[in-house]
């Protein structure tokens, strides 16, 4: 969506076909804390994920309306001088006793889908439900075709190198707290964070699992992270539980953003690979990817 309005503000006569619609993709479960995790080329990573901050930052100002909202946290272990040079981009972060503290912006996904939607239909997007076995049938009917397409790239390129990690959340009614944590070590399959929700719920997580295709949320999985969590805080252990969700992050060694021409004179640009980082990156990503396009 984000590419797509990007193209449309730029010009372009733009239609969207999609297999499922927003609110069953993995953007609508997710965290979606701003913060570059998971992702490369770590040069290209900086200058997208500030465009996509600013975006947001912006955003932040109507939160009821866009679903994003700037919110006080910090990710644990993280140090400052660990950080890329994006980071001295990024005000308001500063090294406590227990890591790094910022105050970024947290999006409610299910609100921001929504809003985005909205933003389509305003700017004349058509967005169709239609699952598209291969690229060539996207090819076939337009001049130029954007590919972003997350997982389903790995079979419709094919690129066997776009890999799923699954994510697990527990959504609890929220007992109190007001600030997000996060605790992540990119070599482990667990990770620890919570995000407070706008509709007085509490998202807990996570795992980081590596080829693990199941959507089916895992009992015991949900124990372990609701016992992580609570070990930090402890009133989250007799929280509600509300749902469970479950999604799968599109990974790959590198984002892919490219551009290829056919035989024909067909113009194909890819965007995807975005791992757990897809809300972090979607605007700067939209933006190189609209540029690609125009040549």
Same mark, same amino acid.
């Given at each position: 969506?984000?590419?797509?309005?990007?193209?449309?503000?730029?010009?372009?006569?733009?239609?969207?076909?999609?297999?499922?619609? #927003?609110?069953?993709?993995?953007?609508?479960?997710?965290?979606?804390?701003?913060?570059?995790?998971?992702?490369?080329?770590?040069?290209?990573?900086?200058?997208?994920?500030?465009?996509?901050? $600013?975006?947001?930052?912006?955003?932040?100002?109507?939160?009821?309306?866009?679903?994003?909202?700037?919110?006080?946290?910090?990710?644990?272990?993280?140090?400052?001088?660990?950080?890329?040079?994006?980071?001295?981009?990024?005000?308001?972060?500063?090294?406590?006793?227990?890591?790094?503290?910022? $105050?970024?912006?947290?999006?409610?996904?299910?609100?921001?889908?929504?809003?985005?939607?909205?933003?389509? *239909?305003?700017?004349?997007?058509?967005?169709? /439900?239609?699952?598209?076995?291969?690229?060539?049938?996207?090819?076939?009917?337009? !001049?130029?075709?954007?590919?972003?397409?997350?997982?389903?790239?790995?079979?419709?390129?094919?690129?066997?190198? %776009?890999?799923?990690?699954?994510?697990?959340?527990?959504?609890?009614?929220?007992?109190?707290?007001?600030?997000?944590?996060?605790? #992540?070590?990119?070599?482990?399959?667990?990770?620890?964070?919570?995000?407070?929700?706008?509709?007085?719920?509490?998202?807990? !997580?996570?795992?980081?699992?590596?080829?693990?295709?199941?959507?089916?949320?895992?009992?015991?999985?949900?124990?372990?992270?609701?016992?992580?969590? +609570?070990?930090? /805080?402890?009133?989250? *252990?007799?929280?509600?539980?509300?749902?469970?969700?479950?999604?799968? /992050?599109? +990974?790959?060694?590198? %984002? $892919?953003?490219?551009?290829?021409?056919?035989?024909?004179?067909?113009?194909?640009?890819?965007?995807?690979?975005?791992?757990?980082? !897809?809300?972090?990156?979607?605007?700067?990503? #939209?933006?190189? #990817?609209?540029?690609?396009?125009?040549?």
């Amino acid at each position: 969506m984000s590419t797509a309005l990007v193209l449309a503000r730029a010009g372009r006569r733009v239609r969207v076909w999609s297999r499922d619609p #927003a609110e069953r993709t993995t953007s609508a479960v997710a965290g979606a804390l701003w913060w570059p995790y998971r992702i490369d080329p770590v040069a290209r990573v900086g200058p997208w994920s500030l465009r996509s901050l $600013r975006a947001y930052e912006e955003w932040a100002e109507r939160p009821d309306e866009t679903g994003v909202r700037t919110v006080e946290g910090v990710h644990q272990g993280v140090r400052l001088a660990g950080l890329g040079a994006w980071a001295g981009e990024v005000a308001g972060l500063r090294d406590t006793d227990e890591g790094l503290a910022a $105050r970024l912006p947290l999006i409610d996904m299910p609100v921001h889908l929504a809003w985005l939607r909205g933003e389509l *239909a305003a700017a004349g997007i058509e967005v169709e /439900r239609r699952e598209v076995r291969s690229l060539d049938e996207a090819t076939g009917a337009a !001049g130029v075709v954007v590919n972003c397409t997350g997982l389903g790239a790995r079979e419709l390129v094919p690129d066997a190198s %776009v890999r799923p990690v699954r994510g697990q959340l527990v959504v609890v009614e929220n007992p109190g707290v007001r600030t997000w944590f996060t605790s #992540a070590d990119e070599g482990s399959d667990t990770t620890t964070y919570f995000f407070p929700q706008p509709d007085g719920r509490l998202l807990l !997580g996570g795992t980081a699992q590596e080829d693990d295709w199941s959507l089916e949320p895992d009992p015991a999985v949900a124990e372990a992270i609701v016992r992580r969590c +609570a070990a930090l /805080r402890p009133e989250i *252990a007799g929280a509600r539980v509300v749902e469970h969700r479950v999604g799968l /992050r599109p +990974a790959r060694p590198a %984002v $892919r953003i490219e551009r290829e021409v056919d035989a024909e004179g067909r113009l194909l640009v890819h965007n995807y690979g975005h791992g757990g980082a !897809g809300v972090t990156v979607a605007w700067g990503c #939209a933006e190189e #990817a609209a540029r690609l396009v125009g040549g």
